[in-house]
């Protein structure tokens, strides 16, 4: 500590006085800028050279501690491990614990504020994934069923899929409907082809109809075609009694006969046919067969009488019918003709109406015609007289267009001299007017040449600079808000008309003096003293004198410049080089500088307003 | 020397190019007051309390010289800043 404050205290003494004296020594010989910049430097920051002395100083002060620390713990290098172990651990834990919280704290807060969760996934490693997660976590909190729904989403389009397959069965065809009429009743069949085809409505609908007609159809012929086999079968059992009968009779006379068609009859054969069964199986059928025979011819009487009266009773119903024939068609033939006399007089009736029907349309139609060729006749005479009277409306204007135009030739071949006459005088008028603008303007100009001419002598002439403002004044009034003059005018510095412009000479007998001043300033540097002021008088009297043609950037030679371009009579050019100066020498020419300015503004204000005047002159013509 | 009657009655303060030249007239003259000034100085010291001896004559004679001096570095040094000021004008 000791030494590092001596050393800085020695630097702060010494700085001061090393830094002044060679600055000084280095302006005077003419020494550039940045030395002395360097030496600024040098004076803001002293520390530099101390940096060692405190360097060392800084690790003293450090090096003692660790080993205060290890006298106190008075155990050897063993010890000191674990309790760097320790120390260790305690800081992973901090660390971990700290990063914990921060990234919980962090997660939590991303959660909450869009702002901070940007930030967040953008910026910290592993921060989206964590946002991620926990963002997943409570989504499935809030919707269980997010899984499960997805699922079932899946399962819709297999669904949609089954309607497509046609079973085998379906469509149109005969065979089917047949195979199954077999089995079951036809109305059950009938209902069962229709269910079919009910199944099969995804097919073509034209199909439809005709299947289920199709199905009525054989169902009806089924129905037939039973019926027709159960009759057979009736009747064969109706045959059956009958044959013991014949079996009996054949044994011993029995009794035959055919045409008993009458149950009661029937009755008593079968009766009959019984008793003589039963007498012949008796041993002495011979007793009866007398009476036996007897009976069976009376028997068979009664058979024929039957018969008899069943003839009789036919022909009697023969007859009955014949006649009942007989009256009806007398009936129809009345009926026949009745239903003749009614029609012819219903057609003659309708005949007349339809003629007189017809004679009402034909003469309404009639009517109609009528009418609209009346109609149109008139329409037409309408028309006509519309035409009449424009072709008269025509005509009259045509005879008032002839008139006019003859009027108006007549008017032109006599008056038109007269019209030819005053239009000559009017274009003299107009030459002569015209001539009288074009004397005014050429007026004007010479007088504003004149005003420019006077300013230039005023200028020119003047021994002293003399304000030349009455003269600009009259050049103003003379150029009547000339927009060129105006601006020339304004471009002008006010103080040059004000107080006067040197002349030449002047310009040049200035230009001597201040170049003696610049030519003692001229090997001055920047930012420099009062010794290198010195320097620079007592050393530019020593100086050679340059050559006017050499080309350089140093003081001298724009200086010898400058003299031989004013002494050409070029001051622009002059002017340009002159502002090439730097430093000092800028400074002290800018006094001179100013006025050769303000002298070439005029001069070339002055030209402007010359040239202007003669365009105005020539654009007169 | 028309020229100088426009300029004195145009501004009071200098024309450029004679900026350098009335630095140097200040310069010499304070040079020369400050330093009589010190060397008054260092002689009434000297007899008052040095018993006549000649080097606070020659001390009060550094101070002014030294002073002087210094105001004229500071005056050439910013030189440029009223100068601009006043072409401005």
């Known amino acids: 500590m000791l030494r590092s404050s001596i050393s800085s205290g020695r630097q702060l003494l010494s700085s001061p006085v090393r830094q002044r004296v060679p600055a000084q020594w280095l302006s005077k010989a003419g020494a550039s800028t940045r030395l002395s910049g360097q030496r600024f430097f040098a004076d803001a920051k002293p520390p530099t050279p101390a940096t060692p002395s405190s360097e060392s100083s800084i690790p003293r002060n450090d090096i003692p501690k660790p080993l205060e620390q290890e006298s106190k713990a008075p155990s050897s290098s063993p010890k000191v491990a674990p309790q760097k172990t320790g120390r260790f651990r305690r800081f992973l834990l901090y660390l971990i614990l700290s990063s914990g919280i921060a990234y919980g704290g962090s997660i939590f807060l991303a959660l909450k504020s869009d702002n901070f969760h940007d930030f967040f996934t953008e910026y910290i490693p592993y921060g989206e994934e964590c946002v991620l997660y926990f963002e997943e976590r409570d989504f499935y909190r809030r919707f269980p069923n997010a899984s499960r729904a997805s699922n079932r989403i899946h399962a819709i389009p297999k669904d949609e899929g089954k309607p497509v397959t046609i079973p085998s069965k379906s469509g149109l065809s005969w065979n089917v409907a047949r195979v199954e009429d077999t089995g079951s009743d036809a109305s059950k069949a009938g209902s069962h082809t229709a269910a079919k085809a009910e199944e099969a409505q995804t097919k073509t609908e034209a199909s439809k109809p005709e299947q289920r007609t199709a199905a009525v159809k054989k169902a009806k012929e089924d129905k037939a075609n039973k019926e027709s086999s159960t009759e057979p079968t009736k009747t064969v059992s109706l045959d059956e009694p009958r044959k013991p009968a014949v079996d009996a009779a054949g044994s011993i006379g029995l009794l035959q006969h055919e045409e008993g068609d009458e149950p009661v009859v029937q009755e008593l054969v079968k009766t009959f046919n019984d008793i003589v069964s039963v007498i012949s199986a008796d041993a002495n059928a011979g007793h009866y067969s007398a009476s036996i025979a007897k009976a069976t011819e009376n028997l068979q009487k009664i058979g024929d009488k039957i018969n008899s009266i069943r003839s009789e009773a036919k022909n009697a119903a023969e007859e009955e019918i014949k006649k009942a024939h007989a009256t009806f068609d007398e009936a129809a033939q009345e009926l026949m003709r009745r239903f003749e006399e009614t029609r012819n007089m219903d057609l003659a009736q309708f005949r007349e109406e339809f003629e007189t029907e017809r004679e009402k349309l034909a003469s309404a139609y009639q009517e109609k015609i009528k009418t609209e060729l009346s109609r149109a006749q008139d329409l037409a005479e309408q028309r006509l007289k519309n035409e009449l009277v424009e072709q008269a409306i025509e005509l009259n204007r045509k005879y008032i267009h002839e008139v006019q135009d003859l009027v108006e030739r007549e008017r032109e071949g006599r008056l038109g001299k007269l019209n030819e006459l005053s239009a000559n005088i009017a274009e003299l008028e107009n030459l002569t007017t015209g001539w009288g603008s074009v004397i005014d303007t050429n007026l004007k100009t010479q007088q504003l040449q004149i005003a420019v001419d006077a300013v230039r002598t005023a200028l020119e002439r003047a021994e002293v600079p003399r304000p030349f403002l009455r003269e600009l004044v009259a050049v103003k009034e003379l150029a009547a808000d000339d927009p060129v003059v105006d601006a020339a005018i304004a471009s002008i510095n006010p103080t040059a008309y004000q107080r006067g412009i040197p002349s030449t000479a002047m310009i040049i007998e200035r230009f001597r003096r201040v170049a003696g001043e610049v030519r003692k300033a001229s090997l001055l540097p920047e930012d420099a003293g009062i010794a290198s002021h010195a320097a620079s008088m007592v050393l530019s009297k020593v100086m050679f004198k340059k050559d006017a043609l050499a080309d350089g950037d140093d003081v001298e030679s724009i200086l010898v410049r400058t003299e031989n371009l004013l002494e050409q009579g070029n001051v622009d050019a002059a002017a340009r080089e002159m502002n090439t100066l730097q430093g000092w020498a800028k400074i002290l020419s800018k006094d001179w500088l100013a006025d050769v300015r303000r002298v070439l503004e005029v001069k070339q204000a002055l030209e402007v307003i010359e040239t202007e005047a003669r365009l105005q002159c020539l654009r007169v013509e | ?89």
């Open chain 2, 1 to 89: 020397m028309a020229e100088n009657e426009s300029q004195v009655a145009r501004v009071t303060k200098p024309v450029s190019e004679a900026l350098l030249n009335e630095k140097w007239d200040r310069a010499i003259s304070s040079m020369i007051i400050k330093s009589s000034i010190g060397l008054s100085f260092g002689v009434v010291f000297s007899v008052l309390l040095f018993k006549r001896r000649a080097w606070p004559a020659w001390v009060g004679l550094g101070f002014g010289a030294g002073r002087a001096w210094e105001e004229a570095d500071a005056s050439f040094r910013r030189g440029d800043s009223p100068v601009r000021d006043a072409l401005r004008r």
